[in-house]
Structure formats: C-alpha cells, structure tokens
C-alpha cells in the first residue's frame, strides 16, 4: 500500500520558534526555529517509510473564514520579527531537503492536508500526519494516524477516543462546544473539555444536544442556550475544509534529489557546522531506499539538538525506592540536603479526601527519586508499607529546620494531614515565586518547565490518560510513575534555581515573596482545613421558596407576554423581545443575532417589564442551582463542614480567589442572597464575627496620588463620599443632599474601575455631557488623582506593568495592544491594579498578623474566611470581646499608609447577621 506522510509545517514551525532558545549566527541572525524545523523534518524522511510527502506551511494573508467570521484569529498577536525573519530560509530549506512544499493562499494549511487526506484514502493510500495540532484529530479513520514528533505520541482511532474522550469524527462538535481561544473562535463559556465529553456522550452529537439544549442545567446549561445562535457557525470555522483546490496533484507530492548545493549555502550562512559537513562529505546522494550512514539521527550532531529532542537524559538517573535500604539512603541524603524539592501523588484533587499514592524527592537537578506505596495495577511489585513509610519520613517532615520545597504545596500540606502528618519547614513554592516574578503567566509546573527548563516535561494526561478511558494514578505502573513523579520534583528544583536568583535581586519582589505570599500560605491552609458549617435545613427552605418565587415570575411572564414560553431559551426570549416586541437591540452575539445576556437585560429593564421578570427568574435561578441545592451536598462527611479552596494565584492583582465552592460571589444587595449568608453559621453558643476593611481602596488611592483634599478627608475622619460630593457640587459638607452623595460615591469608586463618562452617565441616568462635567469638577477638586492617574498610565506603557505599595507587579500585556479595546482596558486595569492590589496585600498581611495572634496567645477562635476585604471568624463566648477590640486594631496597624487604616466589626450567630 503507498504511503503519504502529511507534515504540518506551521505547526513545526511555532513550535520550534517557541521551544528553542534564543539563537543567532554571528550577523545577529536568528536560527532557533530553523534548526528546530530541520531537525524535526530529518528523520522522518527515512524513518515513516513514506512513498509520497508534503511539507504544508500556512500563506500569509486572510483566508476564506475570514469572511465568514471577521474576527477569526483576531487576537492573534503579530508574528515575531525573529520569526518572520526565519519563514523563508525554512521553506528554501525544506525543499533543498527534497520535500515537495505547498504554500496555498486563500486556506490554511489543515486544510491543504484535509485535502490531501481525502484524496489519498480514496485513492487506497495509508496516511500519516505529523502535527501538533489538536484539530487535525478530525481527519483520524481507518487508514489515517496523527504522529507527534516533539512527544513520540501517535493517535489512531483508539488513540484519540483516549486522549479527547470522544471518537474522531465528533471531534469537531468537541472543539465547537470548547471554542479555539487561539484561532478566536469563541464555544461554549465555561464548557472544557469534560463538560463537552460529558455531553457528547449523553447526547451523542452536537446537533443532538442542541435539540436538548433546555434540559442542560446549570450555569453552562444557560451558557450553552446563551450560544445557540453562534454554534452552527462556530462549527464551520473549525471544520477542516477537504474540498480546496491544490497546485499539483498527489501522484506528483514523491521525494525530490537533495540539493546539496543550496543546503551548503544556507548552513554556512545560519553556521550549522555539524549540518554543513555532512552535506559537504563525499556522500552518495539520498534516496528513500538508500539511506546515508547518519540516516539513523537525522544530519544533525548531537551538538545542533535542540533541546526538545534530548530532554529524556534527565531522567536517566531517577530511582525507584522499593526496598527498606533505598528508603534509608534517601532518608540521610533529605536529612543532610540544603533544601529538599518534593512532591506527592495522590488519587482524589480534593485536598481534603485525597490519599497517598506515593511520592518523590530531588535534592539535585538530575537526582531524584519516586516513592510508590499504593499503585495497585494487575503484576505491580511489592511496596514498602505505607504506615511504616510514613512513621519512617513523620520526624523529616514534621522537623521545620528541613527546608523544604514544592509546587503549591499548601495542596501537599493537605495531602499529609489527611495521613496525621503536620507539615513544616517550607522554605519555597515555585507556584509563588512564578506569581511574583510573572503574575501574568500561568504557574502550572508543565507551564513552568517550558518558560523555564529546556526539558520537555509529561504530563498528567500522558500518564493518566484522559476523558473516559482515563486511570487513575494508582494504575499507573511504576517505571511510568518513576519518571513522572521524579520528573515534577527535579523540575520543580530546577525551576526554583532560575526563579530564585530573579526574585532575590528585587527588594521589592522578595517582599511580596517571603513576607506576604508564603506566610499567607499556612494560614489559607489552615482556614480550609477548617471550613465553615452551614444549617442545610434552612437553605433546603430557600431552595424551596426560591423554586416557588419561580415559578410566580414565569407566570407572570407568561402574562406580561400573552403567551408561555420558556425563560431559559435565550432563542424564545430573543424571538419575544426583538423580532416580535421590537425592542432595542444593544449587543449582539458572535453569531450576530440580538444579545440577551444580564447586561443587556438589566438595561432593557430599566423601560419595559418583560425583561425585568426574565432577569428576576434568572437571579433566582442562579440562587438555587449554586448555592442552595448544592452547598447542602458539599459539606464533608467527616467534618461536618464546607471546605472552600483559596487560590493566591488567581488574579495578576493578588487578590485570592474562592472555588469549589465560591464563597465570594454570593449576592449581598438582595435579601436572597443575604438569607444565603445567613445559612452560614456558628457552632451553638460561639459567634460569627466580621472585620471589613473601610474604604479600602479610596484609602489607597489617597494615599497612591497623595492629593491633600483626599488626605484631609480621611485624616479629619470625614465621611468621604459627603466631603466629594461637597467638593463636586460646591457646597458646604451639611448641605449635601443623599442624591449628591450617591453621585459621589459612584463618581469615587467609578474612577478607581476606570470609568468613562459614558459608563458614569450609564450608571446614574443622566446625560453623557453632565456626566463629563462631573468628572471634570473632580479631577479639578482632586487634582492629585489626575496627575497620579495619568503617570500610572504613562508607566505601565513605558514599562509593561504597575506596582502595588508594597512592590507586587502587576503586568499588563495588553497595555502596548494594537486593538484599541484591549489598549484601553488594560489602562483602565493599570490605574484600578495598583488599588486592589495593594488592597490583597493589606488582608494577606492582616491574615497572618491575626493567625500568629490567635495561634501564639492559645486561643480558640478560628478565622474561617476572606471575602475581598473582609475576614471572617468563629469565637467562642469567652473570647468575643477581647476579638472584637484586638482584631479591627491589628488590622489597622498591619501598615503605615499616609492616611489611616480602618477596620470595622460585626458579630452575630450567622455571617449575615455579622456583616
């Protein structure tokens, strides 16, 4: 049977550019991605056994889905200059190599190889593709595999069922339902990949699901009616075309003679020396079938290997501990090292149920060791007793003169203490040194060996696989186990070795690293282990009410509309609101059908009825599905609690963010979600007590601009909203009027968010012309916040990011964007940054003063909370009132700000009662 081997050169092409480090001939040239190509292309040409080939590169220019989609790819950056620089020299290359190369306009290159696919199948062809694409997994049948140079992993049919958890040819209503955030082709919010599998295994199909669409529940139910419309198209966009027209035909796509010739002009130039002698050697020339002695490797010497392809050494020298001897050898090396990385694996990603699979230690780059204690796999060896490793490796652990280090290791810290075991000595995080060096970024360790190492790392899902057929880690058999869990503890030293020196050079970062970060990480584990207890019975009476105050609004829905109708379609509403009723339309979706999301709702509300009963039953709607039929079923069994979990890395500004479940975004402006809080409770006889930081943020810009009239305002203790609406409005303090203040007060907070006098005169309903004049009189009340505002801007463009008081950077990627949109919203974030960021760092700073209080003086109050600026404890009667005085006066001293520090207290037997 003939053979085509299908390269996706794009691909290769971005991969090499980002995998390679920077690398330059002596003109200053770049050549990483040049090398990282040809090193990639070489072997395969005597390694796939192909009869026909093809080199695919994407053209410059728009493409047919364009448009149908203006803004495909539209947030793509512009190609690197390096890289650009680097396309043509590749392409001379590829083809001096002997490879046939297409360069289509007007189509990309999945859809040249799409083609190609087709034609060669119904022509009797076996098809292989070489891509990292993990669109090209449409084109998988019988007949049609998908290799991956940079990971060795090949994907047939079986193979991509295991890796995506749907078959090949639902691949595409996969990426229809999770969207393509690098093509900008927007899905489903909120639906991953699991959600997707889930629902195409329920319902088999996208077009079955979107029949099905009203009995999805949940926020991405809603999503997923929200997206309707744009779905069809979203479909078409990731389809891979196989109908596109092509310069030459199949027959012709065979080997050509190598040009020895150009090849020798292009490694001298680019100074491949090992490259150069190889074409330069009397060598006869190469054919498929006659292959040169080097074939083996590729014409590359080990010296022109990118890093990619030798990244495997590193794990020559990873143990496996099995025996009580081994285990005794690393216990002296750990107890001897300087610093300890270590890491665990367990079988559950809940922190407070996950148990022990094993574990893995490194105290030198390249030395590392697994430590298996439950893999359970049909013919796994003996393992050591988990009890009797655990009694052996308590002392070290529990020993804070060990210094020790991780990856998010208040996970780890949870992992032990579900085995009795109290961790301490943790002197490093590389998840918090990565968001202090780079807040932008993400900080998961595969995303840190990339940005940092030159290893290619496995991941989870190359072990663990994914989707359906996924096994746990238990399953996984040891010499796979060992080079995994050894490879996350040696990656994460060697990722501390590069941070660590950054952070250290900075005073200002090392602040936010060793004084803030990393001491703010036991007491968030500790607020979690503690959890909070909630009374289920009175959130399974709102659960009740709220489906009865339902059911009110959708018949008087019904009634405002003449008709039934279902208010989770956003197609029904829509067909309602605009086809039939002729209201506004305001937005659009990307389908380009009218919008009826809640900002379009809430503004149609303000003037006609029927939007207000659909936005009132879905607030209710969103009530009851999050919080009161699902809190009751996520208190643990064993505590009898909720157990929230807190995120510092989250936000580039360092606020924590509150998951599984998210307690920060429960409703506090209408009595339903007010009654939520009120479910939050204390244990009989102790009390809910509540610390909120006041003003927090207008204390901060005071203190940012240091305009004296916000200065004076905050010294003298004024009402600072009363005293802006003076200055504003121009009459003395006494003779503000509550509408006045209320203006103020928007006008205040609305500047921090970078408000526009559109979005003020939005906000207050009023002309946008008053509501200029009204910006206007305050930047020339307040000065300082205009110049301070201005020479934010000015700084974050000049040098990528903005600093919180106590030194966090906040980077701002966007601030130097071509689309304006994204321009200015990174300018608004820049002068709101340093505000919310100096404010997490306030409450983290005051989170550890209050844990070390209450741990150091023996007391039983716990902090349970923090939500924005606000902690929240449990205390004993006994201990109310020494709380109630201790606590808003440690909170107000954690810093010396230029105007003062107020924290304010609440009490009550419920958190609702307390704030």
């Known amino acids: 049977m003939p053979k085509l081997l299908l390269v996706d050169g794009s691909s290769y092409l971005f991969r ?73 020299p590749i392409h001379t290359c590829v083809r001096a190599m002997g490879w046939p190369v297409i360069v289509q306009e007007g189509v990309e290159a999945d859809d040249v190889i799409g083609t190609l696919t087709r034609i060669a199948v119904e022509q009797g062809f076996e098809v292989v593709i070489s891509t990292g694409d993990k669109d090209m997994a449409q084109l998988v049948r019988p007949g049609v595999t998908l290799i991956n140079t940079m990971t060795n992993e090949t994907l047939d049919e079986a193979g991509v069922l295991n890796k995506f958890g749907v078959r090949p040819e639902r691949i595409i209503d996969y990426l229809t339902l999770t969207g393509d955030t690098v093509d900008n082709v927007p899905g489903v919010p909120k639906c991953g990949p699991k959600t997707a599998v889930k629902w195409l295994t329920e319902y088999d199909s996208l077009d079955n699901i979107i029949v099905n669409a009203n009995a999805i529940k949940g926020v991405v139910g809603e999503n997923l009616r929200n997206t309707l419309d744009f779905l069809p198209l979203g479909r078409r966009l990731v389809t891979i075309a196989t109908d596109v027209a092509l310069p030459e035909p199949l027959e012709s796509l065979t080997w050509r003679e190598v040009d020895k010739t150009t090849l020798a002009e292009q490694f001298a130039r680019y100074e491949f020396k090992s490259l150069l002698r190889t074409v330069q050697a009397d060598a006869p020339a190469e054919t498929p079938n006659a292959a040169p002695a080097k074939a083996q490797g590729g014409l590359f010497a080990a ?72 893999h359970r796999y049909p013919g796994a060896p003996a393992q050591l007793p988990l009890d009797e490793v655990l009694a052996t490796l308590k002392p070290w652990f529990e020993d804070a003169s060990k210094p020790k280090l991780g990856q998010n290791l208040k996970y780890d810290m949870h992992v032990l203490a579900n085995h009795g075991i109290r961790l301490r000595g943790i002197v490093d995080d590389t998840l918090l040194e990565s968001a202090a060096w780079e807040s932008d970024k993400n900080h998961d360790l595969d995303s840190l060996a990339n940005r940092h190492t030159d290893l290619a790392t496995l991941s989870y899902t190359d072990i663990c696989g994914k989707g359906a057929k996924a096994i746990g880690f238990y399953d996984v058999e040891l010499e796979q186990a060992t080079a995994y869990g050894a490879e996350d503890a040696d990656v994460t030293l060697r990722v501390h070795h590069k941070l660590a020196p950054r952070i250290a050079a900075e005073a200002s970062l090392t602040r936010v690293y060793k004084e803030i970060e990393l001491p703010v990480q036991e007491v968030l584990w500790a607020m979690e282990r503690q959890g909070v207890m909630i009374d289920a019975f009175l959130l399974a009476q709102q659960s009740d009410e709220l489906g009865r105050k339902m059911m009110e609004i959708e018949q008087e829905a019904f009634k405002v509309a003449g008709q039934p109708f279902n208010l989770n379609s956003p197609k029904q509403i829509q067909e309602l609101l605009f086809e039939r009723d002729k209201l506004p339309v305001l937005k659009k979706t990307p389908g380009g059908t009218p919008s009826t999301d809640e900002e379009v709702l809430a503004q149609l509300a303000l003037d006609y009825p029927l939007p207000k009963l659909i936005l009132e039953y879905r607030g209710m709607a969103k009530l009851k599905n999050t919080y009161t039929d699902k809190l009751p079923r996520m208190v643990n069994p064993k505590t009898g609690r909720v157990h929230t979990s807190f995120s510092q890395t989250g936000a580039i500004t360092g606020r924590l963010a509150s998951s599984e479940p998210n307690l920060q975004n429960i409703p506090v402006r209408t009595p339903e979600g007010r009654r939520i809080r009120a ?17 927090i943020e207008l204390r901060i810009m005071a203190h940012l601009s240091g305009d004296a009239r916000l200065l004076e305002a905050f010294a003298a203790g004024e009402d600072v909203h009363r005293a802006t609406a003076a200055e504003v409005f121009g009459v003395e303090t006494a003779e503000v009027t509550s509408e006045q203040r209320r203006y103020a007060k928007t006008i205040n907070f609305g500047l921090i968010y970078g408000m526009s006098a559109h979005g003020l005169a939005k906000s207050l309903e009023i002309e946008r012309s008053a509501a200029q004049s009204w910006i206007d009189r305050y930047f020339a009340r307040y000065p300082g916040v205009a110049a301070y505002m201005e020479a934010t801007r000015h700084a974050a463009r000049d040098q990528g990011y903005v600093e919180t008081v106590f030194g966090r950077r906040l980077w701002l990627p966007e601030i130097k964007s071509s689309n304006v949109g994204r321009r200015q919203g ?90």
């Open 303 to 374: 010296e022109d290997m990118p890093p990619a392809e030798r990244s495997s050494a590193h794990r020559e020298k990873y143990e496996c501990i099995l025996t009580h001897e081994a285990l005794a050898q690393w216990l002296e090396k750990i107890n001897a090292a300087a610093l300890t990385a270590f890491d665990t694996e367990t079988d559950s990603l809940d922190p407070m149920l996950a148990q022990l699979v094993g574990m893995s230690f490194c105290i030198t780059e390249g030395e590392a060791a697994y430590l298996p204690l439950t």
């Open 16 to 88: 090499a550019f980002h995998a390679m480090p920077d690398l330059r001939n002596r003109a200053g040239e770049p050549t990483g991605a040049l090398r990282g190509v040809l090193n990639m292309l070489a072997p395969l040409r005597y390694s796939s056994g192909a009869s026909h080939a093809v080199c695919v590169f994407d053209a410059k220019g728009k493409t047919f889905r364009n448009d149908w989609y203006p803004e495909y790819k539209a947030n793509r950056p512009p190609t690197p200059e390096d890289l650009v620089a680097q396309i043509a």
């Open 679 to 695: 479910a939050f409770i204390a244990p009989s006889g102790w009390h809910i007590v509540s610390a909120d930081y006041s003003q």
């Open 826 to 915: 990174a300018e608004r974030a820049a002068i709101n940054a340093p505000m919310q960021g100096t404010a997490a760092d306030l409450v983290k700073l005051a989170m550890r003063r209050v844990y070390d209080w209450l741990n150091n003086d023996g007391l039983q109050s716990k902090l349970l909370l923090q939500v924005h600026d606000e902690l929240i404890l449990e205390v004993p009667p006994e201990e109310l009132e020494l709380v109630k005085t201790t606590l808003p006066r440690l909170m107000a001293e954690v810093a010396t700000l230029k105007v003062p520090l107020l924290a304010e207290v609440g009490v009550g037997a419920n958190w609702d009662e307390a704030h």
